[in-house]
């Protein structure tokens, strides 16, 4: 388990063979193909946690499980000052940024910071402005009224339904 960016051993375990259930028990549930063609699952749970699968020969020590749950608790800018992640000065120029439209990019690894950081930036954004987001996995939470949220999809089992990012931003 990670929390607070370190990782914690529990007491805990799966067999190989338990574990392998379960991914194939999430990929049912959220009625994504996982097999040996399609080892990998990637898919948002009803609660908003993110789920990542990886089976053998891909994953060489065994099934692989990622499940990333989300606070429910909105973190604001100040914050971020609060925790020493953001200076005041850093937070002042992100806000004028947004005021004045400006095209902003967020880049981080896994875990870094760039939804949380998004979803602050996002109550600068007036509510009379139309926002439109486009994202492979939904998890971003922006609370605007005029807000158009988009998710990527892929194919079923059959090849069958595949909505890309691609095909998003021509919706857009």
Request: charged fraction near 25%; glycine fraction near 8%.
């Amino acid at each position: 388990i990670e929390q607070g960016g370190k990782l914690y051993r529990t007491g805990a375990q799966f067999s190989e063979q338990g574990l392998l259930a379960a991914a194939r028990n999430l990929a049912q549930f959220v009625g994504r193909p996982l097999t040996e063609e399609r080892p990998r699952l990637d898919a948002r749970l009803p609660d908003g946690s993110r789920v990542h699968v990886v089976l053998p020969p891909i994953s060489r020590k065994g099934p692989a499980i990622a499940i990333r749950k989300f606070s429910s608790a909105m973190l604001s800018m100040e914050m971020l000052v609060n925790y020493g992640s953001a200076t005041v000065e850093a937070t002042r120029f992100l806000q004028a940024a947004v005021v004045c439209r400006k095209n902003t990019m967020v880049a981080g690894g896994t875990g870094s910071g760039k939804t949380t950081l998004l979803n602050c930036l996002s109550t600068y954004i007036p509510n009379e402005d139309r926002i439109l987001t486009i994202e492979d996995s939904a998890e971003l939470q922006l609370v605007q009224e005029h807000l158009v949220p988009l998710e990527a999809r892929p194919a079923d089992e059959k090849g069958r339904g595949e909505v890309s990012i691609r095909d998003l931003l021509h919706s857009s």
